[in-house]
């Protein structure tokens, strides 16, 4: 049962990476983790692992526990630590945990979307923590409409929970209803017909479970503690509660975990399509995919940059964080200098607090600021990772020329991102896109730089060391690996209800969105 939370937050709920409030540049995919490890304190286990997976979702933070007898919720709105804290770590007692760190890429950012989510059945309650998104929601949505059973002596309707609009809650209500089996031979029947990118992660009272869409488009790893096991989005998380690292969760498995030991179930062929833009951005750069570290494959992604794309400069400097190792290998491979050229305040952009139109107006600058000593006078590489509306990059270049660079040279870690993401990122719609309409040398000219480069699709590929056949690139090349539903059961508001009309027959729209159910929550 879903605790009561005791914090409210207000604001509008929405979260940014952006370094220019208004680009908002691609957003995280969210992370999971779940641990079954009888005699430890699988809450705070859950809570460091969603610590180490904080980069890839901060909208809002939630654990659930099993005591064998009972499921117990906590989630709020905000980043892990701001959501937990000792006393409430304390009284998640169990033997059994999942946790999950969100950014909404279905359902609006409010406490009822914020995960896991829970529901009851016949025989007890699921909890359901979900990186991913799926693209046949609607359909999915539709069965749950169509459930008329009643979960015995509940007498609770398995149908969609009133408040929340996410997909995740469409499968938890699904998975719920299995009045003639077990959970485990539910999710088998359902998990087929489950399309998107999916690493679920879910428990019942006795059983920790997880499941890996059969495209295996978002990470998730399988670790082992020396009286348990650990299912995560990346190997990070198995690090920082010391357990290692046993192998990922294949495309199209399930694995349970409870008193009986680990067992696996595959309920779909594999067809690997790994999300490649992972490995440029989304993951930490300390986590192992598909058998190769994150750093190294950003390092070798610099090496070719600066082989394919050299510049006569002085000094190459990362756009911090995710740049630094591209421009790591960008200098090794030139013998161009490295050095710090920007100053990141790592506790800006990730707020609840909307900057006043007088801040705004610094733009970049609430985030990163110049060493004007490192840089002035020089010819700078500048290495970045992506480029989506090209704002953040037009202000960066501007900002380093007042500081004194002589000349800026910007060198892009992905190829141009050209198409949205329909499997959990979250970026811009594709007009807004810089590079659909825009050459390179059209976007060059737009950023205000010396010269422009992005690593060839190619390239990037041949770098992480996995075949182009088995990775997802559609945000660079259209081609998208699991097939589309028309656009309108598509996007992010698919679930929500149509805001309410005024008196003139307008949408009404509600600032801070993040608050306004605040005196509905539990």
């Not at 409430?88 to 409010?110: E, F």
């Not at 421009?327 to 800006?348: D, H, R, T």
């Not at 509306?389 to 004194?404: F, H, K, S, Y």
Request: some cysteine; glycine content about 10%; hydrophobic content about 40%.
């Amino acid at each position: 049962m879903p605790l009561p939370s005791n914090r409210r937050k207000g604001g509008d709920g929405r979260l940014t990476a952006s370094l220019d409030p208004q680009d908002t540049g691609p957003q995280d995919a969210c992370g999971v983790f779940g641990v079954w490890a009888p005699g430890e304190e699988v809450a705070k286990l859950t809570y460091y692992g969603l610590y180490a997976l904080q980069h890839r979702g901060q909208e809002s933070a939630g654990i659930a526990v099993s005591n064998g007898r009972q499921i117990l919720v906590y989630k709020d709105m905000g980043l892990v630590s701001q959501v937990f804290d000792e006393s409430t770590l304390a009284a998640l007692q169990g033997h059994l945990a999942i946790g999950h760190a969100r950014y909404s890429t279905t359902g609006a950012s409010t406490w009822d979307n914020a995960q896991p989510t829970f529901h009851p059945t016949r025989h007890g309650s699921i909890a359901l923590a979900h990186n991913g998104n799926l693209t046949n929601t609607a359909e999915l949505a539709t069965m749950v409409d169509d459930l008329s059973v009643l979960t015995g002596e509940l007498d609770l309707q398995v149908r969609k929970p009133a408040l929340a609009t996410n997909d995740t809650s469409v499968v938890t209500a699904l998975l719920a209803h299995h009045p003639d089996s077990t959970v485990e031979e539910k999710a088998m029947e359902l998990l087929p017909q489950v399309r998107g990118a999916f690493s679920f992660v879910w428990m019942d009272e006795h059983t920790l479970y997880a499941a890996r869409d059969p495209q295996g488009i978002r990470p998730l790893v399988l670790g082992r503690l020396e009286r348990g096991w650990v299912i995560a989005s990346e190997t990070a998380a198995l690090d920082i509660v010391g357990a290692s690292f046993i192998r990922e969760i294949e495309p199209g498995e399930m694995v349970a975990v409870d008193g009986d030991g680990l067992r696996s179930r595959r309920f779909a062929e594999a067809a690997p399509k790994h999300c490649l833009f992972e490995f440029v951005y989304l993951a930490r750069p300390d986590t192992r995919m598909s058998g190769q570290r994150v750093h190294s494959v950003r390092l070798e992604i610099g090496r070719r940059l600066a082989r394919d794309f050299p510049a006569e400069a002085d000094l190459v400097i990362p756009v911090p964080e995710s740049g630094t190792p591209a421009a790591i290998g960008y200098a090794e491979e030139s013998g161009i200098p490295y050095g710090m050229g920007l100053v990141k305040n790592s506790y800006v952009g990730r707020t609840f607090i909307q900057p006043s139109q007088t801040i705004r107006q610094l733009g970049i600058r609430l985030k990163l600021n110049p060493l004007r000593d490192v840089i002035e006078g020089k010819r700078l590489v500048v290495v970045d990772d992506s480029i989506v509306r090209g704002n953040t990059q037009r202000a960066l270049v501007r900002m380093l020329r007042e500081a004194g660079a002589r000349e800026v040279h910007v060198r892009i870690s992905s190829p141009p991102v050209k198409w949205p993401c329909f499997y959990g990122i979250d970026f811009a719609s594709r007009a807004e896109l810089v590079a659909n309409g825009l050459a390179v040398d059209e976007i060059c000219r737009s950023i205000g730089a010396d010269s422009l480069a992005y690593i060839s699709l190619e390239e990037l590929v041949e770098a992480t060391e996995v075949p182009m056949d088995d990775l997802c690139r559609a945000c660079f090349d259209g081609v998208y690996p699991v097939p589309l539903p028309e656009p309108e059961l598509l996007g992010k508001n698919l679930l929500e209800p149509p805001l309410p009309l005024d008196v003139d027959g307008l949408a009404t729209s509600f600032a801070g969105g993040g608050a306004t159910d605040a005196l509905d929550r539990p």
